[in-house]
């Protein structure tokens, strides 16, 4: 678009987001914080919130995109709260807000910006893939059906998936990555295309002397989106009767729609105890993702319950991004053929 200008949102006009936010979705945008000004501008003020906007020239803000800093120190953000005015769809203006945002991000050192797409279109998708972001996995499920997308590729209401992508700005440590067996190659694909500085490698047998008895893991809820994630600090021994306990009680008892397991990507035991307990544990691959509790990357799995996936109703924007979908589905499949 012409004479746009993009600039970062005020603490004090924090109403304009919830604006554009009740414009585009009602009620239904799947952060509660969103429809609140007040808890905008703290979050601005405390630097956990950095609102890029787009400015026509008379003055309308016609879009709104966020980084999100989950913690102070944190050195990957999180992209997102992307919001676009029907009359400004299609002139690139996600990608140019985005861009913006990216180039500061840049020069503050930030390592990388991790964010979800919307699966039920490809366009939020291709403006990622234009500024240099890769996907690194599929969430499915994770938009709970209450969410209104008048540009989903599926008219009925239910569940709908997000793409994981992420964007490199600046070389990390080099560091080890301990994948298992099973997701080793694609795990590998994703480390490529993306420029995580990380290598995948083999964990030795000496490894297997630190395992410890007990598995350290604590379970956060989504209450928005019906889910729960359950994120391993450190793998034990118990690690598949300690997580197929949580997930009973999870699904069964507090109905959540999925449950998804993250496990930290740095520490061999991951790699040793889910080369020997995956097929027991009936979680499938969802992709590679940042989780705040823990340092490092994290392998995220994803074991689906009250979810009706259809392909059909999943885009993609790229190879990458096509080859990708096709693996976390067949995942998914022989995960539940065989916790059946």
């Known amino acids: 678009m012409d004479d746009v200008e993009i600039r970062f949102l005020r603490a004090d006009e924090a109403h304009i987001l919830t604006d554009l936010v009740t414009d585009a979705y009602g009620s239904t945008y799947d952060a509660d914080w969103v429809y609140e000004p007040a808890e905008i501008s703290q979050r601005i003020e405390a630097g956990a919130l950095i609102s890029t906007i787009g400015v026509l020239s008379d003055g309308t803000v016609a879009g709104h995109m966020a980084l999100m800093r989950e913690e102070p120190d944190a050195s990957v953000l999180h992209a997102g709260v992307a919001v676009v005015t029907e009359a400004a769809r299609g002139h690139h203006l996600f990608t140019s807000m985005k861009q913006y945002a990216a180039l500061w991000a840049k020069g503050q050192g930030v390592l990388g910006i991790f964010s979800e797409a919307t699966a039920a279109h490809p366009y939020s998708q291709k ?67 993306t420029g995580i500085s990380g290598r995948v490698v083999k964990a030795s047998h000496l490894n297997v002397r630190g395992i410890g008895e007990s598995t350290s893991m604590m379970i956060s809820h989504k209450e928005d989106h019906n889910l729960a994630i359950i994120t391993v600090h450190q793998p034990g021994r118990d690690l598949s009767k300690v997580v197929l306990k949580a997930r009973e009680e999870l699904v069964t008892h507090a109905g959540r729609d999925a449950v998804y397991l993250d496990l930290p990507l740095n520490d061999p035991a991951t790699e040793i105890i889910l080369d020997a307990d995956l097929t027991s544990l009936g979680f499938a691959f969802a992709g590679v993702f940042p989780n705040k509790y823990l340092d490092g990357d994290a392998l995220r799995l994803q074991s689906l319950h009250n979810v009706d996936i259809h392909a059909a109703d999943i885009s993609t924007a790229s190879d990458h991004g096509r080859e990708l979908l096709s693996y976390v589905l067949s995942d998914v499949t022989t995960t539940q053929a065989n916790r059946n």
Do not use: M
Request: proline share 4%; net charge negative; hydrophobic share 40%.
């Open 127 to 193: 403006a990622n893939i234009d500024l240099g972001a890769h996907e690194t996995g599929f969430l499915l499920g994770w938009i709970p059906d209450s969410v209104s997308n008048d540009a989903a590729l599926a008219k009925d209401t239910r569940r709908q998936s997000v793409a994981l992508f992420y964007l490199k700005e600046n070389d990390g440590h080099d560091r080890p990555i301990y994948a298992p067996t099973r997701h080793r190659g694609i795990i590998e694909n994703i480390v490529t295309a």
